[in-house]
């Protein structure tokens, strides 16, 4: 089945430093969702990408989603220590269910 | 409430006995999954209701596995002769439903899960 790799798996960045995650596949995605998961908590809804070569911005976060559809990456400028959790990408069903199929995920932690 | 609420919070059981987890959705939504979460990973998904349909349930792991949402709303979520490798948080989402043209895709809401440990 469809299989979405992340990486890196964690990352330690001084607070100040900024800090990216990459988002890769195989095979096409149809739309990828982030999500940011902080310790103990449940993912929450970040942002959606839906279009080949789509840039978002959050304030310090951009999203970024591959002119092939086959990869996303999320960067953050200037980290700060409320950006402490994990950030997944995930990719959305084409079925009716619109399942997500997450990646495993890129841990962050700052130091203060 | 505001959110998806999910019950219990914790549950120990031994090895073989039968677990029931319950989801509350957010109000209106008509998608609900459920997602099982290991150590370390990311969410993977169990089971979608569209209402009180089970439309897909191609991620559940064994027949041991059981989902129901018989009114479109509340939801649970049974597992039958526990073993240690059922040790997970499962997360319960819930959606809206948009025509867009076609189903657009919403974001999903989370609980905070039931952490689940098989002794």
């Known amino acids: 089945g469809q299989q979405v790799m992340q990486i890196p798996q964690y990352q330690h960045v001084q607070e100040g430093e900024d800090f990216t995650t990459y988002c890769n596949s195989s095979t096409t995605l149809s739309n990828i969702q982030w999500y940011k998961q902080r310790p103990g908590g449940h993912p929450v809804f970040l942002i959606q990408l839906v279009k080949s070569g789509e840039v978002k911005k959050q304030k310090r976060l951009t999203f970024q989603f591959g002119e092939a559809k086959k990869n996303s990456s999320l960067h953050i400028t200037a980290t700060q220590t409320t950006d402490v959790g994990t950030y997944f990408c995930a990719d959305i069903s084409s079925g009716s269910a619109r399942q997500l199929t997450f990646g495993s995920g890129t841990q962050l932690t700052v130091l203060p | 409430g505001a959110g998806v609420s999910q019950s219990p919070r914790y549950k120990v059981a031994k090895r073989g006995q039968d677990v029931a987890l319950r989801c509350d959705p957010i109000s209106g939504h008509v998608s609900l999954f459920w997602y099982q979460q290991a150590l370390g990973q990311g969410p993977e998904f169990l089971t979608y209701?569209?209402?009180?349909?089970?439309?897909?349930k191609s991620g559940l792991p064994s027949d041991r596995f059981f989902a129901e949402r018989p009114e479109g709303s509340v939801s649970t979520l049974k597992i039958q002769r526990t073993q240690q490798e059922d040790s997970a948080v499962y997360l319960c989402?819930?959606?809206?439903?948009?025509?867009?043209?076609?189903?657009?895709?919403?974001?999903?809401?989370f609980g905070d899960g039931t952490r689940l440990s098989i002794l």
């Open positions: 209701f569209q209402n009180e349909a089970q439309l897909d």
């Open positions: 989402a819930s959606s809206l439903q948009v025509w867009t043209g076609g189903w657009g895709n919403q974001p999903q809401h």
